[in-house]
T-cell receptor, first 115, second 114 residues
Framework: DAGVIQSPRHEVTEMGQEVTLRCKPI?????LFWYRQTMMRGLELLIY????????DSGMPEDRFSAKMPNASFSTLKIQPSEPRDSAVYFC?????????????FGPGTRLTVL | AQSVTQLGSHVSVSEGALVLLRCNYS??????LFWYVQYPNQGLQLLLK??????LVKGINGFEAEFKKSETSFHLTKPSAHMSDAAEYFC????????????FGTGTQLKVEL
């Protein structure tokens, strides 16, 4: 299996621009998670999906952030408009339903820099 | 509610020395516990996990961890450090029985010196 795939790996944009991060989970996995990692706050869960349905978005910092999962093999995290404080590494992770221990498989991350 | 505390944001050891990374957890139900490793510019990779079976868990790359309920701890150890072990290590907890959220600690950066 190819593992969780994220694109782009690096994104540099200017404040006010729209940013879209993409994730392809491992085939057959039922859950998809979006995390943000910063020096100040560590790893934060933003939102997660089960069978393409958002289950918990309590970690989404504000309305500028939105996430979708139109099908089982694709998810996006969008920031509009972006701000410098959104600079972070964004990780996508997935896990199968049958994995009772909740082991999550992480992608390589997208490093976002907002100037 | 669940939480994880990792003592020591930076740990430095000599090559060949014992590695000990500390993790204490808080959970209102029997937890599942994990150690992940993150190499520079990479995602997180699972080292090992505790799922209420054996309290001593062996993982990849020679690492192991012991679940101690009385101490609410899940410390990570390796008898002999190697230069390639230099990375950031994260302890995480989830509710047992298939809880969906992983709560991560703040991470410990391990440095291995010659």
């Amino acid at each position: 299996d190819a593992g969780v795939i994220q694109s782009p790996r690096h994104e540099v944009t200017e404040m006010g621009q729209e940013v879209t991060l993409r994730c392809k989970p491992i085939s057959g996995h039922d859950y998809l998670f979006w995390y943000r990692q910063t020096m100040m706050r560590g790893l934060e869960l933003l939102i997660y999906f089960n069978n393409n349905v958002p289950i918990d978005d309590s970690g989404m910092p504000e309305d500028r952030f939105s996430a979708k999962m139109p099908n089982a093999s694709f998810s996006t995290l969008k920031i509009q408009p972006s701000e410098p404080r959104d600079s972070a590494v964004y990780f996508c992770a997935s896990r199968p339903l049958s994995q009772g221990a909740n082991e999550q498989f992480f992608g390589p991350g997208t490093r976002l820099t907002v100037l | 509610a669940q939480s994880v505390t990792q003592l020591g944001s930076h740990v430095s050891v000599s090559e060949g020395a014992l590695v000990l990374l500390r993790c204490n957890y808080s959970s209102s139900v029997p937890p599942y516990l994990f150690w992940y490793v993150q190499y520079p510019n990479q995602g997180l990779q699972l080292l090992l996990k505790y799922t209420s079976a054996a309290t001593l868990v062996k993982g990849i790359n020679g690492f192991e961890a012991e679940f101690k309920k009385s101490e609410t701890s899940f410390h990570l150890t390796k008898p002999s450090a190697h230069m390639s072990d230099a990375a950031e290590y994260f302890c995480a907890v989830s509710q047992g029985g298939g809880g969906n959220k992983l709560t991560f600690g703040t991470g410990t950066q391990l440095k291995v010196e010659l």
